[in-house]
């Protein structure tokens, strides 16, 4: 198999390391704090809910952005504390209640957050890349932050733009793919004619950043199951994949790319936004679907590249969740250790929508037992139903 691509990964410092447990009591106390000055039946119940997750758990730490939740001082928040009227916050008025921050503000915590990760993630680049992809569901802002990097280092003559927006947490799978037909075709382009009279392929790179602020959108005050869920398993994570058409320097080669909808299923996950922050849903019969449908599409997947499910080394699962990843090897009849990559990054650091799959991979090229040359399959799920997949080799 001849690959499209080849790319290194790396994962981005960002914020704060909290214990499951230091989150999970976080949430208690900030809905206890809602419920002094808020009507909100149902609060008993919901305490109860996140002592009974926080015994389940297979997340042992969780990254956020937010200083917010390393302490109880309600008087010094960045975003769960109530604005004040006229502050630019809120319309004129009553100041909302503390834990309704607005969507604004929310936004530009993002923006803030998003522009000093970029421009640290590309601090020591010498020369720009051929193009930047940014990748975000979990906030906007226009110019972007790559934007931003671009016209801090003057790069506007050479680097193209590209934003990958609201796919969640399948994202990254697509943007490679863009970023690899990007390098092939630039590639392609600088084709020149050598002495000799042979072809001289010219090298091009580009550079994907990846930022997932999914701590913006919780809710302290909520009661609801699925949202107090959410709020145990989602977290913060920042990456940089580097694209290039030559394998010098590569952890991985990327040999091909796989995408499908799942018929009749375009109700049971969405991502919207909404009154305050953005919004999900999410059916109870999704690892259903995944278990269903995901080995169809795999098996596809692998045939057409002469493959099947046991020629593959190493999963790298987008863990949803734990049921996500046992639907997933329980489908594909794998044993736990093809998944291990997978749920080591779910009990450290939680589901970072779009920005765990560079995670889980950069973990792969690190680990010396998987060894050079070894088959390495991602799959990722996200609205729609919509599932993502592709097939790399480690360099």
Same mark, same amino acid.
């Given at each position: 198999?001849?690959?499209?691509?080849?790319?290194?990964?790396?994962?981005?410092?960002?914020?704060?390391?909290?214990?499951?447990?230091?989150?999970?009591?976080?949430?208690?106390?900030?809905?206890?704090?809602?419920?002094?000055?808020?009507?909100?039946?149902?609060?008993?119940?919901?305490?109860?809910?996140?002592?009974?997750?926080?015994?389940?758990?297979?997340?042992?730490?969780?990254?956020?952005?937010?200083?917010?939740?390393?302490?109880?001082?309600?008087?010094?928040?960045?975003?769960?504390?109530?604005?004040?009227?006229?502050?630019?916050?809120?319309?004129?008025?009553?100041?909302?209640?503390?834990?309704?921050?607005?969507?604004?503000?929310?936004?530009?915590?993002?923006?803030?957050?998003?522009?000093?990760?970029?421009?640290?993630?590309?601090?020591?680049?010498?020369?720009?890349?051929?193009?930047?992809?940014?990748?975000?569901?979990?906030?906007?802002?226009?110019?972007?932050?790559?934007?931003?990097?671009?016209?801090?280092?003057?790069?506007?003559?050479?680097?193209?733009?590209?934003?990958?927006?609201?796919?969640?947490?399948?994202?990254?799978?697509?943007?490679?793919?863009?970023?690899?037909?990007?390098?092939?075709?630039?590639?392609?382009?600088?084709?020149?004619?050598?002495?000799?009279?042979?072809?001289?392929?010219?090298?091009?790179?580009?550079?994907?950043?990846?930022?997932?602020?999914?701590?913006?959108?919780?809710?302290?005050?909520?009661?609801?199951?699925?949202?107090?869920?959410?709020?145990?398993?989602?977290?913060?994570?920042?990456?940089?994949?580097?694209?290039?058409?030559?394998?010098?320097?590569?952890?991985?080669?990327?040999?091909?790319?796989? &995408?499908? *909808?799942?018929? /009749?299923?375009?109700?049971?996950?969405?991502?919207?936004?909404?009154? @305050? !922050? $953005?919004?999900?849903? #999410?059916?109870?019969?999704?690892?259903?679907?995944?278990?269903?449908?995901?080995?169809?599409?795999?098996?596809?997947?692998?045939?057409?590249?002469?493959?099947?499910?046991?020629?593959?080394?190493?999963?790298?699962?987008?863990?949803?969740?734990?049921?996500?990843?046992?639907?997933?090897?329980?489908?594909?009849?794998?044993?736990?250790?093809?998944?291990?990559?997978?749920?080591?990054?779910?009990?450290?650091?939680?589901?970072?929508?779009?920005?765990?799959?560079?995670?889980?991979? &950069?973990? *792969?090229?690190? /680990?010396?037992?998987?060894?050079?040359?070894?088959?390495?399959?991602? @799959? !990722? $799920?996200?609205?729609? #139903?919509?599932?993502?997949?592709?097939?790399?080799?480690?360099?």
């Amino acid at each position: 198999m001849t690959p499209r691509a080849y790319l290194s990964v790396r994962s981005l410092p960002l914020g704060y390391t909290l214990r499951q447990e230091e989150g999970i009591a976080w949430m208690k106390a900030g809905l206890r704090h809602a419920a002094e000055t808020t009507v909100l039946p149902g609060a008993d119940r919901a305490e109860r809910y996140y002592d009974l997750l926080e015994r389940k758990t297979n997340i042992q730490h969780r990254v956020t952005a937010l200083e917010d939740y390393t302490h109880l001082d309600w008087d010094r928040m960045q975003l769960h504390r109530s604005p004040v009227s006229g502050d630019g916050e809120v319309a004129p008025g009553p100041p909302a209640p503390w834990h309704q921050a607005p969507l604004e503000r929310r936004m530009e915590l993002f923006a803030e957050t998003a522009n000093r990760v970029a421009h640290d993630a590309f601090a020591s680049d010498l020369e720009a890349p051929d193009a930047i992809v940014q990748v975000s569901c979990t906030g906007y802002d226009s110019p972007s932050a790559v934007q931003r990097v671009i016209a801090d280092r003057a790069w506007g003559d050479h680097a193209r733009v590209l934003s990958v927006g609201h796919m969640g947490c399948y994202a990254a799978l697509p943007a490679l793919a863009t970023a690899a037909d990007v390098v092939s075709a630039t590639s392609m382009r600088r084709v020149g004619v050598g002495d000799s009279g042979s072809d001289l392929e010219g090298d091009a790179r580009a550079a994907i950043f990846l930022i997932e602020l999914c701590t913006l959108h919780h809710h302290p005050a909520t009661t609801d199951p699925e949202q107090i869920v959410q709020q145990c398993l989602f977290a913060d994570g920042a990456a940089r994949l580097d694209v290039s058409s030559t394998p010098e320097g590569s952890d991985f080669a990327l040999l091909d790319h796989v &995408e499908a *909808i799942i018929p /009749d299923t375009l109700g049971e996950m969405t991502w919207r936004p909404a009154g @305050v !922050a $953005f919004q999900m849903t #999410l059916s109870r019969r999704v690892p259903e679907h995944i278990q269903t449908n995901v080995a169809g599409v795999l098996e596809a997947f692998l045939s057409r590249n002469g493959l099947g499910v046991d020629d593959v080394d190493v999963f790298a699962v987008h863990p949803g969740g734990p049921r996500v990843i046992e639907s997933t090897a329980s489908a594909l009849g794998i044993e736990d250790e093809k998944v291990a990559h997978s749920q080591s990054v779910l009990r450290d650091r939680g589901n970072m929508s779009s920005t765990t799959l560079p995670h889980i991979w &950069e973990r *792969i090229a690190s /680990d010396a037992a998987v060894p050079s040359g070894a088959l390495v399959c991602s @799959v !990722a $799920f996200g609205p729609g #139903l919509t599932v993502v997949g592709n097939l790399m080799r480690k360099a």
